[in-house]
C-alpha cells in the first residue's frame, strides 16, 4: 500500500546524539558532542550539519554561528569529508561501524559556548528525508562533587532497620524454644507424679489396700 511505503521511508532515517541529550564541560577543556546516524536502506551523497543554538533548520551555507560544521559522505565504503567546519570543532566520528558516528569535539569551551546542539542529518537517497537530534551543553567554572549525606543516611537507616528485624526474629526463636522446653519439662514431671499415685495409691488390690486375711 502506498501509505505503508511512504511511513517505511519517512522512518528509515534516524538520527541519535546517545541515552542522555545533556554534557556538562568545565571551562577551557573540549568536550565530545556525539551523534550517530542509521540508514536502513542505505544512504549516497548523504549531508550533515551541526548547528548551534539555530531554532529552525537553514540553507547551506548557514550563517554563523548557527552552523559549526558541515560534512558529507559519498556512500557506506566512504569516509566522512568536511565541506565547512569552525577551527575549534574537530570531527571524530566515523562510519566502519553500523551505528554511522558523526561526533564532533568541540575544544576549549567557554561559557558563551553553553546552549544547544542539533546534529543534523539529509539522505537524498532516501528521497531526501532528514532527521536531527538535539543535545544542551552546560559549561561549569568548576565540576562540584555529589553531596551523597543523604543518600548515605538513608542507606544506614534502612540498613539498622533490616538488621533490628533480623536481631528481632532470632530472640523471637530464642525465646519460643525456651518455652517449648519449658513445656515440655512440665508435662514429664505431670506425667511421673500421675503415675506415682496410681501405683501406690489408687488402684483397688494394691498394697495399700490389702486387708490381713481373718483369722479362723
Known sequence: LPGLHVFAI???LEVSVGKTNTVMALNNSNVLLPCTF????GF???VFTWYF???????DPAPLPLQIYHGKIKNEASEPTVVWHNPRVEFVGSITKKDYNISI????????DAGKYT???KNPKEKNAQHNATIFLTVVHKMVETDNTVTLII???VGGLIGLLILFMLIKRVVLFIIKKTQDGKKECLVSSSGNDNTENGLAGSKAEQKAPPKA
Open 10 to 12: 519517512a522512518f528509515a
Open 38 to 41: 542509521i540508514s536502513c536502506i
Open 44 to 46: 549516497q551523497d548523504l
Open 53 to 59: 543554538n539555530s531554532t529552525e533548520l537553514v540553507a
Open 105 to 112: 569535539v568541540l575544544n576549549s569551551v567557554e561559557f558563551s
Open 119 to 121: 546534529c543534523h542529518v
Open 155 to 157: 542507606v544506614g537507616v
